[in-house]
């Protein structure tokens, strides 16, 4: 009984050990190629002012204004007026990126925890240091409020005077 068993159990290793010589063989290895968009569209950050890298902070922030300028040495001063549709603290980081005509992200600033006042207009800046870049992407991310709660969807913004139903999507 005891020579059946020891042959059972070599026998099973023998044949996992075969399986994973042949998955080994099969499976091919590296250099692997990027992951693509499908759809062969440009990313959001080369094509969009401003990126939220969170659904929470998209949530939480409603853009209000962009305003990119250059200056008279030709550097990128970009301005994005943000609210926070919460009675609450919050706060984001944020960074900027700034892009050559190739799409190449040339600058690339550090991030920056931003304080939203509850229902208040926060403005964050950024400009660039090289002149001549094209094109701008602000990156949003890591909400954080006082509490440490998770902030739930607003349903209602104050805009002008009145409370209107969200245009957030939920």
Not at 74 to 93: F, K, M, P, S, V
Request: charged share 20%.
């Amino acid at each position: 009984m005891k020579a059946s068993s020891a042959l059972a159990i070599s026998g099973a290793g023998a044949v996992i050990g075969v399986w994973l010589l042949a998955a080994g063989c099969a499976t091919e290895r590296g250099p692997y190629s990027p992951i693509t968009q499908a759809d062969e569209t440009a990313p959001h950050q080369t094509t969009h002012g401003v990126t939220m890298m969170d659904e929470n902070v998209r949530n939480a922030l409603l853009l209000r204004r962009t305003v990119a300028t250059r200056t008279p040495m030709g550097q990128i001063q970009a301005r994005i007026t943000l609210q926070n549709a919460y009675r609450e603290d919050i706060w984001a980081d944020a960074r900027f990126v700034f892009f050559n005509s190739q799409d190449e992200p040339v600058e690339i600033g550090q991030w920056r925890t931003v304080h939203f006042a509850p229902q208040d207009l926060v403005l964050v800046e950024g400009n660039s240091i090289r002149p001549g870049l094209e094109k701008y992407n602000v990156q949003f991310r890591n909400l954080a409020t006082a509490s440490g709660d998770k902030l739930c969807y607003p349903g209602r913004v104050y805009e002008n005077g009145w409370w209107k139903q969200s245009v957030l999507p939920k």
